[in-house]
């Protein structure tokens, strides 16, 4: 027991010991120092001398301690021996200030409270606060002196600097039952230095809430009461932990990343916070039976498959471990994160409204029966699932974000499940199974196919990153009208299109893989693809192009349904297309089919051209025939393929089409194809029939095509167009070859002169159509469909000659000409046929001299009646200056002598002239004798045209010829009315031959003619006289060259020497010598001197081929006239005539009226 003695030195209450008895005091002495002032319950000790105080703050288990407030400022030390430091009771705060030190130097004492070793004691509901840089120290060697020991409950230590003990625990709670709590933050150090000793321990049964920011060094050890243990990441524990008895909980705080090391007897698990907290340990080493994650992410270790306790993921918490980390059943709020770097399997249950993710590069296999509904995400490595229920409630999502779902049985996932690829991408591994995805796969990244199996991508999907199949098969659509892709493929499996619409699909595919058409609709594939595997179509129908200029495939297409092109450019498919499928040409361009293609179906041309071969490619061949097919398909193939070519569509090319062919369209033949134009004649065979209602077009660029029919052929209206060089026998043409079969119907050849100048046939002729190996062809089987003319020359079409009786040749030897009736001439010599403009362009020469001989007509036709201006005596009526004017009409017709053109007489033909003349006096003389002179000019335009019939009576055409004129004339009248006329004009002639069925020709020519003409009128009364007259008529024109695109046809000039003699009989009366009237009527004799004319057209034969035309040498005319002197000045007068040739093929009439005034 001591006396505490009261004293004042320096002005400062000191505690004074003065032993009476034993006491632990009595070993250090009196508490003598002066550097802790203590004011009431309130003690400061500074750094005042003497510093380090070595005397201890309070007297322990007294009343007089409660409340005590004791400060150990910066720079000061307490530093005491074997007994307590700080010693006071309950409801005290003590700081230990940074810098300041509280030590003590226990070497016997026990270290309970109130017996001294302790550097701290307190009891109950106090506050001790180490601030960062302070140290409290238990120094000393006793086991049991604890730098801290609070003995009652309520307490706080809050330690921001160092708490260690050198030979026991760091804080001792005695003899507690309540709760104490200790924050260690995160400057904190709460240390022992006995190797693996506890830095904490307890003699009662008291809960401690024990919080880690700091370090904390030896073992960490709880009483039997029920603890809190609260750990923040950047803390550390070097030793074990265990909460001891009771019911424990450890919760994991903080926001960076931390680990769990040993630890032992918590019954709950908190994870707070944000931040990361691995546990080393499984949670039954642990003793937990209760674990949340309420925030952040808890990792977990080791093997918690015993686990039997609760697991509950809050929302904002994280569950992160493999297959056996995570514990068998989860209640998941947040997310469960499956990180599986090894393979593993997970065979509990995880519910709740929370996610699950896979990471790691590992296999993760799900049992089935999870009912989480948060949606699964596949980060990392593969995820494995037997059923769709692995992945919890349907309604989740399914995420891919660079991992690998496996399928491990025939899967198909729930259609209700949204799926989705970041652009991480994904891959979905089918291995042997098939599964099917109904849903429509969103997001930006690429999808992988994987595994031998199938998947079907029943929905229509909108991922953007594109599509690798790895392995196996991916199918768009399972049937129905939908599975879609969007973006290219690279395919190193099967893809394969599975629906019942169309579906057109515009990426590219890639790699090295096939494309299965399997479903009864139509894919249309408008990219150009590259993947090398082939192609094979199931059922359906497979399109490339949708009517552009892309979409094509590389290599051989196994065709059991249809495939179409549908493009409009020139594509080649080098590919064989084989099979019981067919063939459709579906766009306006042209596809070339390269190799041997046995498809047994069908083929139809419905647009554009389909050309099997091409010149480099001339073995090309499509269809299977029945002789022809494989052993294994000729049941099937007994029939043939065959081919079908709709109306504005084509077949054609270089190659064999085997099976038959019905032709609404066009077969071209080689480079009668318009994409082969530059390519080259050749051939085109059929193995089969050809039944023609279209054009069957074997002419091409040039001249020596052949179609090859090894069949029958049908003509149902068709057309067979070839080019010929239209020349003799032996002239190079294409050529329609019917080998073995029969041709029938009726059917049009259409030929076209490839450069022929015309020839004699002398033998058979040109063979257009061959029939071999005994092949037939009927009657009526070909005909014509145009005029084939060249030079001179008129081609027909035969059957049969010396070489074969079925064949067809083009010749020009006619079997009889109009004028003998025997195809000959009369002397035996065949005659060649003549094309009708022959006779066309032989009589335009002819019309021109009847024009020049309408326009220069006779005096009283051109003028009217003007003898009466004779009459007048000299000086009583003066000559008047006359203008004059006419309308000519003649209308005639010329008839053949029999031998037309083949003769010297020309051709036969009718005509019509119309045309207008004006012309006026400019010069007029009277003499005193009574004679005059008329001198003037004129001017005249008009047309003749004539129909033109050929040698054999047929319609040759019409010739029209339009002219115009420019003529004078000068003309003397002596005293007894004798006349003399002389006339000159110059004509500019523009022909226009218009043959039927071929092109004509133009031409023009330039004339000039003379007319001189005398009459001498003999009085028989006043009124009556007759007048014989005379005229001489002289013609000449040049007709230029002129080409009609079958021949050169040249003009000679034209020369005409025509005489007249007549007597013309006239009666003149009048009113007045004002009002003359005369009527007159005449004959006459015409005679033509010269009159022939000549044509030449182009031939081999010889050059030019010479024809000529003469008009008949004499003509009877009779003619009756009316001059009617109506105005003193004015005087109408008009003519009709009759004209007849002595041998009576010349016939024609004519009318003339016209006017003349005078001023």
Known sequence: MSTPLFQRRRG???????????????????????????????????????????????????????????????????????????????????????????SANAVSSSGFYGTGGNAIDFRNNSTLTVEQGGQVLANGTQLSGEAVNPEGTGNTIINNGLIKSAHGAAIWFQNTTGGNTVVNNATGVIQTDVANGNVMGASGNGSVDFTNRGKVIGNLIFAGGNDALHLYTGSSVSGSISGGGGANVITLNGTDSATLGTITNFQTLQKQDSGTWTLSKTLVSMGVTNAQVQQGTLIVQGDNSAYTGTMQVDAGGTLQGDALGVTKAVTNNGLVRFQQDVDGSYTGQIVGTGALEKTGTGTLTLGAGNTYSGGTTITQGTLAIGADSAMGDAAG???????????????????????????????????????????GVTGAGALTKAGSGTLVLAGDNTYQGGTTIAAGTLQLGNGGTSGSVVGDVVNNGTLAFNRSDTYTYGGQISGTGAVNQSGSGTTVLTNDHTYSGGTTISAGTLQLGNGGTSGSITGNVVDNGTLVFNRSDVFTFGGTVAGTGGITQAGTGTTVLTANNAIQGNTLVASGALAIGDAAHAGASLGVSGSNAPQSLRTMAAGGSTVQIAANATLGGYGTVNGAVTNNGT?????????????????????????????VQVGGAGVGNKLVVNGNYVGNGGVLAINTKLGADNSPTDKLVISGGTASGNTAVRVTNAGGAGAKTTGDGIEVVSAINGATTQANAFALANRVVAGPYEYTLQRGGSASADSWYLRTLQTATQGTGSGTDGTGTTQPALRPEVSLYTAIPQLTLLYGRALLDTLHERVGEESNQAAAPAGTSPVLRTGWARVIAQKGSRMSDGN??????????????????????VYQRQREDGSHDHAGGYFATGRIAADVTHADGADAGRDSVNANTVGLYWTHFGPSGWYLDGVVQGTRYDADASPHGVNGLKTHALGYAASLEAGYPIALSPQWRVEPQAQLVYQRAAFADANDGAADVRFNSVNSMLGRLGVRVSKRWGESPERQHTAWVRANVWHEFRGQTGTQMSSPDGGFVPFTAQLPSTTLELTGGL?????????????????????RRLHGVNGKAGVRWGW
């Not at 660079?402 to 198909?412: F, H, I, R």
């Not at 037309?900 to 006026?920: E, I």
């Not at 001059?1123 to 041998?1143: E, H, L, R």
């Open 12 to 102: 400062r209450l000191q505690f004074v010991s003065i032993a009476l008895v034993a006491s632990p005091f009595a070993l250090f002495g009196a508490l003598a120092h002066a550097d802790c002032t203590t004011t009431g319950q309130t003690t400061v000790c500074d750094t005042a001398a003497p510093n380090p105080t070595t005397s201890t703050i309070g007297t322990g288990n007294v009343a007089a301690e409660d409340n005590r407030v004791v400060t150990v400022q910066t720079g000061s030390t307490v530093a005491v021996g074997d007994t307590s430091a700080i010693a006071v009771r309950d409801n005290a705060n003590i700081t230990v200030q940074s810098g300041a030190t509280v």
């Open 397 to 439: 999502a399914l995420t891919f974000n660079g991992g690998t779902l496996q399928l491990t049985g025939n899967v198909d996932v729930a259609a209700t499940r949204a799926v989705s690829i970041t652009n991480a991408n994904g891959t979905i591994d089918t291995q042997g199974f098939t599964s099917t995805l109904s849903q």
């Open 667 to 695: 077969v071209a033949v080689a480079d009668a194809l318009a994409a082969f134009a530059n390519s080259g004649s050749g051939s085109l065979t059929i193995n089969g029939s050809l039944n023609n209602a279209g054009t």
């Open 900 to 921: 037309g053109v083949y003769g010297n007489q020309g051709p036969a033909f009718s005509y019509d002239f119309g045309g207008v003349q004006f012309g006026a006096d």
């Open 1123 to 1143: 001059t009617a002197q109506v105005a003193k000045n004015g005087v109408f007068y008009a003519s009709v005539g009759y004209q007849v040739s002595a041998d």
